[in-house]
């Protein structure tokens, strides 16, 4: 590992970044033309977690900022002997990127209601479950004109919803969340984090906006799918 990339400690987080690279194809070991970035936090790793990492080849090394300048599609973090910190630095994050924490059995806990983390892989596991999670994480990422959940649909070139075959009548900024939510699935966001993630963090109206927004947005799912939004109590909402 150490010949392919090394660890730099960020003055901000105390976690390291290295971005590395996967294979698109189907084994971690084939090789392909075609990469996905992933960032890499693992300043402490392991024997058993280099092992694991040695599927994913390090490309280069990055300091966490909050413009977070790596061209990547997903965060894979260790969260080693600092749990607390590490899911605080994930939290704080500005990374847009859809986050695959690895813990140990006994830190399984803190995970239920994580800020911002993505998929979790509790330790032992093999490298092949880590592939195919990251795997499934970048291909969730992709930067396609058109999202698909389930039934649902969003056309990001005509800001059309539907479900199946039924438009949803959306204003504006119900039509951002849904796809914000979309795009960064089975993820807890706080209602800060929207606020500034949908509107901006010059947007005046506080939390209860995004709980009256999420409130009409259940409603125009309908029934059935209103509880694809989940309300994380204390703490914000999981869409997925």
């Given at each position: ?38 960032a ?20 280069a ?29 994930i ?150």
């Open positions: 590992m150490s010949s392919r990339g090394s660890y730099e400690i960020s003055a901000r987080s105390g976690i390291a970044i290295s971005t590395t690279s996967l294979d698109s194809s189907s084994k971690p070991t084939s090789p392909s033309s075609e990469r996905t970035q992933v890499l936090f693992a300043p402490d790793a392991s024997e058993e977690l280099l092992a694991l990492f040695e599927q994913l080849s390090a490309l090394v990055h300091d966490l900022s909050l413009d977070f300048p790596v061209e990547a599609s997903a965060l894979v973090v260790d969260l080693g002997d600092e749990p607390r910190r590490r899911l605080r630095a939290e704080s994050s500005e990374a847009l990127l859809p986050v695959l924490v690895i813990a140990a059995k006994e830190h399984a806990p803190l995970l239920t209601t994580a800020v911002g983390v993505s998929d979790f892989l509790i330790l032992p596991a093999s490298a092949e479950e880590l592939y195919l999670r990251v795997r499934r994480l970048t291909h969730a990422a992709g930067n396609d004109e058109v999202h698909h959940f389930k039934d649902l649909e969003l056309n990001l070139l005509t800001y059309q919803a539907t479900l199946g075959t039924t438009p949803l009548d959306l204003t504006y900024m119900e039509y951002e969340l849904l796809r914000f939510f979309v795009e960064h699935p089975h993820r807890v966001w706080s209602r800060e984090q929207l606020l500034s993630k949908v509107w901006g963090y010059e947007y005046y109206g506080g939390a209860r906006t995004v709980d009256v927004h999420v409130r009409r947005l259940r409603a125009k799912l309908g029934e059935h799918r209103a509880s694809w939004i989940t309300t994380v109590r204390s703490v914000g909402y999981r869409f997925g």
